[in-house]
């Protein structure tokens, strides 16, 4: 199966550390996740490289998740490789820019079962890139909101080589 990615991105009137907290506190978190979609972490949450945990569909009865590892973690920069019914990469970075914040998320996945491939193009593609838009306008409501003074981002390791050679400016960015 070809690899697929959905991006989106958002400008947000709030500090880039504003942001970062909106990953960084698991109840803000779920406040602009979908309201289906928990994030259980394996032990106590923590964005550090090699953190793991699941993301599962609140959908009685079977519950899908994604199993999920931070495979890249720095100042402005979030990567969870995900595997289960998709296999792939949430990318989420985020950098100043004038006066507010950009964030762009991608979603980068392949999905190997064609059944699952076929329910997804004709059910859940479109929701799937709605629900995206969606969260980022939850997320830069709740990033608005916070103080402005945050400290969270003091003690994160730097970029990864991969992450330092990607383009910095939208203008750079493929959507």
């Known amino acids: 199966m070809a690899e697929r990615c959905f991006q ?3 400008a947000i009137q709030a500090s880039c550390a504003a942001v970062e907290a909106c990953f960084q ?3 803000l978190m779920h406040r602009w996740l979908n309201p289906l979609l928990r994030c259980r972490p394996e032990g106590d949450w923590n964005l ?3 953190s793991r945990n699941r993301f599962q569909i609140q959908i009685p009865l079977i519950y899908p998740s994604l199993e999920c590892v931070v495979c890249d973690r720095a100042e402005g920069l ?3 490789q995900f595997e289960g019914f998709f296999q792939g990469t949430d990318t989420w970075r985020w950098w100043q820019e004038g006066e507010h914040t950009q964030l762009d998320n991608c979603f980068r996945f392949r999905i190997a079962k ?3 491939a076929w329910g997804f193009d004709r059910v859940a593609a479109g929701v799937t890139q709605r629900d995206m838009q969606a969260q980022l306008q ?3 409501a709740i990033a608005e909101t916070l103080p402005v003074a945050s400290t969270v981002t003091d003690n994160l390791p730097s970029p990864s080589p991969e992450a330092a050679a990607s383009p910095s400016t939208p203008a750079d960015r493929p959507l």
């Open 114 to 116: 064609p059944w699952v």
């Open 25 to 27: 506190d698991l109840e």
């Open 138 to 140: 939850r997320l830069k």
């Open 8 to 10: 989106q991105a958002i």
């Open 48 to 50: 550090d490289r090699g």
């Open 78 to 80: 979030i990567v969870w």
